[in-house]
């Protein structure tokens, strides 16, 4: 009687998991379904309002060149009115990769045995991408505060502002990389179960 209950407890929890496995996956589907159009959209017009703005910076001497003098030059090239609203509607942007990178990390980690390192890195990388948006959202920020005085604004909001673009880029390079990892070893299922296998759960509590 008492195996026999035990064997029923069991049924039971496997039963709760895969029905959880099931919403949750669904659920990051669905995100994933609904950020990427906004993404795309958002992208699209920011890149459309950038050039109406006229303004002729590059990603280099902009968000990585650290340097207030060559922000300065371009804001005298610039419709600022039109760059403000770009960076405005950039946050429409931010909100809908960092939740990309988020639903999907989640949703290819679901595929990997419950507590193992791909599990965890995959909840890991989905933090690390959402993180990487916010950064940008910071980035932003002193963007934004150096349009409120394009000619005088104080040197330390470009070298702020690049910081956090630097570390913007670094955060969603990695979250890039595992994603392609995680895809890759997804659809190589004998690979997959091997490595979940060989990696006991208690080593990467």
Known sequence: MIIHLKQMKKMSEKINNESLKHSGKSLMKRLILISLPVLLIASTLVIFLIQLSGYPGTMDDTQLGFSAETIKAHFTMTDISFFILANLVDYAFMIAYGCFFYSCARYLAW?????SL???????????????????AVENIFLLSMTADPVGFPSWLAIAHSTFALLKFI???LTVGWLILSFVLNKIPLTTRRINRNVPTDLVK
């Not at 595929?111 to 507590?115: A, R, S, T, V």
């Not at 791909?118 to 940008?136: E, N, P, V």
């Open 111 to 115: 595929d990997y045995q419950q507590g």
């Open 171 to 173: 955060l969603m390079y």
């Open 118 to 136: 791909l599990q965890k890195g995959g909840r890991m990388f989905a933090h690390i991408g959402a993180l990487s948006a916010i950064c940008d």
